[in-house]
């Protein structure tokens, strides 16, 4: 689900090679010596505005543009097109009449026109108020800013250098070629684009030389460095975005992205049906990404995060196998279990109650189903396991390195840098008072004060400190909840859940646990995007990764805090019978399942792993299903189900759904979640792999189905890497190392029974740790209690004289203590500190072996493949060979110039 394309080799790009989609035309060695745009019109704004009727597009009308055909008559009907069927749409620009901006409007609009621009109006058909701006770039606009903005396009073909190919099989499931014609590409090298060398660069057609996505992005970067008030620092067309100027701005699809004919007879319509048919249709969730098509379309911040997407999906394919080969080897072993055996057959051992007063005593035999699926997550490769994904974290990360590498130098990334970032409006609206010299520019700016930033960042980190606070007051509740209830459910009226009031005590706090979880989320959103504003950061790369790291942190917390809390203290701090530990002197501390505390944390992983992404995918694709058809069917009513297909393509993107005001943050938490939840506690949920691996298959499509056909098109915008989501993985990676060590020495009985085997066992001195040597393991793991010693808060209602015929004299409690009339009642024996010493061990080895072999793995696996490095090289080369020789070719010409007018030459020539 990860490569690239049909075959997915890679597009060489960066340092020199891209991909060039050659045209569908005969006549394609068209050149240009000059060129020679189309003058923007200096109309006014009445005059640009145009009350259009509603018009039929066909089929046939969104059908790609072949070079040398002319379809005036079809451009004028699909909405691409200015009205007169020539000029592409590049942008679209709606605002409101009624909207009192005017003024800024109409020096903005100016400003536009001033830079080339050519502009178009037309109101709504739907709503006469609503009118949409349509933008064209000409030919010399574009190639104007494309020099400026050092855009790489293609200039020399290079046949004989072979395509990087990634290690993943490709053949099953590979994209059809026969299906995307569209796909077949040669390599070229690419250079920035200079209208002074512009003859040695490939143009075939100067109307398809910058793909629309690209022809978009130069729009844009005019857009927001025009001014909207005169004599005044005020530019941009996100302060008008943000003021109500403008209510939306975006470029346009291109055209339908469903097709009357099959795409294998008749070809795609257009990039969108052609992504959606081998990208975003469910009949192709078993194959590749094209991440070509996907990065042509919607730029490469997309496309990085559809290729992460993918190679971590394709990642899981191992850690689920092993995941689930340590399940089945659970199960598998599960009737030779000497430890389930002795709980199953131990019909004479009667355990203490779990809670005051209702619970009353029972068999530890009767724990026998819940000691077996104990088994099937807590077994002997379960240490195995949790090497394994704290190594495999780790090779996904510098695996993701190499892959990012190459594609980077695939689209061009290697050599592009971030432009400086214009200050933030509300920065400047704030600061405007207070100017300083940037030292880059040579220009004043806005300015904020050391001491001011300390102070607002004091007050941010108190409001996170605060929230950190109200998450572990939730929990606090839970545990409440958790010790009130065991006692309710012990003296429940039906036998099912009286039999089975811890399990009932755990589900039903998971499933409210959940709840919490997604009310504070809305709450967390709120107070991270205040405190994030509170702190005015200076550009809009400073706000998103303050922001990401705020809701980061309070998501992280909130999921996992419950989770912490059953891992490392449930059941820790309970004390003994007749000494029980109390909240606030009143509830008795919860206490572990007689056949232990992993089955708890079982539950919680996999009820809210499950739940959570079930509902994160009901909402990413229900919420603009509903919304998109609320407003097909408004239209419907309105204008007749039979003109439904008819509105122009900017009527239709304008109802479909905005992208999130927060970019691709949500896609990135939910996956970063999910990656936390897959590796953090994976030693006691082993299939969390094959989980997160079920849910991504799905996700993947959901969120192409959402950015193909739910969601208005992105501005195309240019990334090197994923920010700073990836410092945050390498932070879970350190993490799942240390909480993995401390679930199994903690929470798991590896530790307790490994003790046993070796020091207290039938095999102990001899170095044996089969099952024969856990013989007798469950009577030394439990201590003896007099039950004339409870507490009388304590003390359960029920006598225990349904088991013996006479009141109980003794039960039995999971601990290493001395039994009541030893020398110390009730003190720890010397197997107690035998198991604690073995346990702290464990975390120290554990730990230490653990980072020894991620840090030898991250120095072994280079950042960039070898073969990578040698291309990249030879380019680097090759293009300066060429650069020589144009510059040799230059000055000969020149000689032979002087030559001819009589001129002298020789102090020219070196």
């Known amino acids: 689900m990860e490569a690239s394309s049909a075959g997915s080799s890679n597009p060489a790009v960066s340092g020199g090679k891209a991909k060039t989609h050659q045209p569908v035309a005969k006549d394609v060695n068209i050149f240009f010596d000059e060129l020679e745009g189309v003058n923007s019109p200096s109309k006014d704004d009445d005059s640009l505005l145009h009350h259009g009727n509603l018009t039929s597009t066909s089929d046939d009308a969104s059908r790609l543009e072949v070079v040398g055909e002319e379809v005036p008559d079809k451009n004028k009907a699909n909405g691409l097109y200015f009205r007169d069927g020539k000029c592409r749409i590049d942008y679209i620009l709606v605002y409101r009449k009624s909207n009192p901006q005017t003024e800024k409007r109409e020096v903005f609009e100016r400003n536009i026109r001033a830079e080339g621009i050519q502009m178009e109006k037309e109101s709504s058909l739907t709503n006469s108020d609503i009118i949409f701006v349509k933008l064209h770039a000409p030919w010399e606009v574009l190639g104007k800013y494309a020099e400026l903005m050092n855009v790489r396009m293609p200039f020399r073909i290079e046949k004989q250098i072979s395509r990087f190919r990634g290690w993943l099989p490709r053949k099953p499931m590979k994209l059809d070629k026969e299906t995307l014609p569209d796909l077949e590409e040669n390599d070229c090298y690419t250079a920035p684009f200079s209208q002074q060398r512009i003859h040695h660069f490939i143009i075939h057609n100067k109307d398809t030389f910058f793909n629309n996505a690209t022809r978009s992005r130069i729009v844009h970067h005019i857009l927001q460095r025009v001014k909207y008030e005169e004599g005044k620092n005020k530019i941009g067309l996100n302060r008008l975005l943000s003021n109500g100027s403008y209510e939306a701005a975006f470029p346009l699809h291109e055209g339908s992205y469903r097709s009357k004919n099959s795409i294998k007879t008749h070809g795609a319509e257009n990039h969108r049906h052609l992504l959606y048919e081998c990208w975003a249709s469910w009949g192709v969730w078993y194959k590749y990404q094209p991440l070509d098509l996907v990065r042509r379309y919607f730029g490469e911040k997309i496309g990085l995060y559809f290729a992460w997407l993918g190679w971590y999906t394709g990642m899981l394919f191992p850690a689920a196998f092993i995941g689930l080969f340590v399940f089945l080897y659970g199960v598998t072993t599960l009737n030779h279990c000497q430890v389930s055996k002795e709980v199953c057959q131990a ?55 190499r892959r990012r590498a190459v594609i980077a130098y695939d689209w061009d990334l290697i050599d592009w840098e971030e432009e400086e970032e214009e200050i933030r409006p509300q920065f400047e609206a704030k600061y405007s008072k207070k100017e300083r010299m940037n030292p880059i520019s040579g220009k004043p700016e806005p300015y904020q004060a050391f001491a001011d930033k300390c102070s607002r960042l004091i007050v941010s980190a108190s409001g996170i400190f605060f929230m950190i606070c109200v998450v572990i007051a939730a929990v606090f509740g839970i545990v409440i909840y958790r010790v009130v209830t065991v006692s309710t459910f012990a003296a429940f009226k039906w036998a099912l859940i009286r039999n089975n009031s811890q399990v009932a005590t755990t589900g039903t706090a998971v499933c409210i646990n959940f709840c919490i979880i997604m009310l504070l989320n809305v709450l967390y959103e709120k107070v991270a995007l205040f405190l994030t504003n509170l702190e005015q950061p200076r550009t809009e790369s400073e706000w998103e990764n303050s922001f990401t790291l705020k809701m980061f942190l309070f998501q992280f917390v909130n999921l996992n805090s419950s989770t912490f809390y059953i891992a490392f203290f449930l059941g820790r701090f309970t004390g003994h019978p007749g000494a029980y530990l109390r909240l606030i ?20 992983m996999g009820i809210i792993m499950v739940l959570k992404q079930t509902w994160n995918n009901f909402m990413e694709l229900g919420y603009p299903l509903i919304q998109n058809w609320w407003t097909r069917r408004k239209l419907r009513q309105e204008y007749g189900t039979q003109r439904k297909t008819s509105f122009p393509q900017w009527e239709k993107d304008y109802n479909l759904q905005p992208m999130n005001a927060y970019g691709l943050f949500d896609e990135y938490l939910e996956m970063i979640l999910q990656f936390g939840f897959t590796t953090i506690f994976v030693a006691a949920f082993p299939l969390a792999p094959l989980l997160a691996l079920l849910n991504n298959i799905i996700e993947i499509r959901l969120d192409a189905y959402k950015f193909v056909t739910q969601w208005r098109r992105p501005l195309a915008s240019r990334a090197k890497d994923i920010g700073i989501w990836y410092g945050i993985l390498e932070g879970i990676g350190i993490l799942s190392v240390i909480t993995n060590a401390f679930v199994i020495a903690v929470t798991s009985d590896f530790i307790p029974r490994l003790v046993y085997a070796y020091k207290y066992g039938p095999c102990a001195g001899q170095g044996e740790a089969g099952q024969k040597c856990m013989v007798g393991y469950v009577n030394a793991s439990l201590s003896v209690f007099l039950v004339s010693d409870f507490e009388n808060r304590s003390e359960p209602t029920s006598n225990g004289s349904e088991f013996s015929g006479s009141p109980l004299k003794y039960c039995r409690y999971r601990d290493y203590r001395d039994p009541p009339h030893s020398p110390v009642p009730y003190g720890y024996t010397l197997q107690f500190w035998h198991v604690l010493a073995a346990r702290l061990a464990f975390i120290i080895v554990f730990e230490h072996l653990v980072f020894c072999i991620k840090h030898l793995i991250s120095y072994l696996i280079p950042d960039l493949p070898k073969d990578l490095r040698d291309r990249m090289r030879r380019e680097k080369y090759l293009i300066q060979e060429m650069m020589y020789e144009a510059e040799l070719e230059r000055l000969q010409k020149e000689r032979k110039e002087r030559k001819k007018n009589g001129k002298s030459y020789h102090n020219e020539w070196p």
């Not at 007689?594 to 079982?602: A, K, M, R, T």
């Open 347 to 401: 019909t004479d051992i009667i355990m203490c109650p779990i809670c005051d007063k209702y619970c009353p005593f029972m068999r530890l035999s009767d724990s026998c189903v819940y000691a077996k699926v104990t088994h099937l997550f807590d077994n002997g490769a379960t240490v195995f396991f949790a090497v394994f994904m704290a190594v495999w974290a780790t090779v996904f990360l510098e695996f993701w390195k």
């Open 585 to 604: 002197n009143r509830w008795r501390l919860e206490e572990c399942h007689p056949s232990g505390c992993l089955i708890d944390l079982c539950m919680q």
